[in-house]
């Protein structure tokens, strides 16, 4: 299992976008893809392949995980109640989203500690370059790709991947 500061990826505290405590027990067992997102940004529209993932993949044991971030360009500015406004009426999300967090810099929160410790396809780790970047977990919590922010969700490269870790 991966593990941060002596705990379980699915046991980081985390608060849910109503900003109540919680974790991701809720993704222990599934393939999970893990994207920082934000609702003004040129990548805004990937919410449209991310939400198609879901309901392609969700009854198989795969979940989106959404991570609202403001580090880039302060393209995620509203606050829980708008991102979630934003979210459902324009692109549908039934995917968890939680709270808005940081994803580099010394504020970088425990999840993505441990999330840009793992290299991409080009064997880059580190952090994040923009919204949108995607981290698949395994079942297991084990991270087993990392892929950009221009890599659209639905790129073969991604659904390959998933398919490969739903099997």
Known sequence: MNYVGGMEIYDI????????????????????????????????????????LQEKYGAEGFSVVGFPCNQFMGQEPGTSEEIATFCSATYGVSFPLFEKIEVNGPDRHPLYQQLVEHEDADGTA??????FEKFLVSREGQV????????????AAITEAIEAALR
Do not use: M
């Open 144 to 155: 087993i790709a990392r892929f950009r922010p221009r890599t659209e969700p639905e790129d």
């Open 13 to 52: 505290p985390v608060h849910t976008l109503a900003g109540e405590p919680g974790d991701l027990s809720a993704v222990r067992g599934k393939v999970a893809l893990v994207v920082n997102v934000a609702s003004r940004c040129g990548l805004t529209p990937q919410y449209a392949g991310l939400e198609r």
């Open 126 to 131: 580190g952090d994040v370059q923009w919204n």
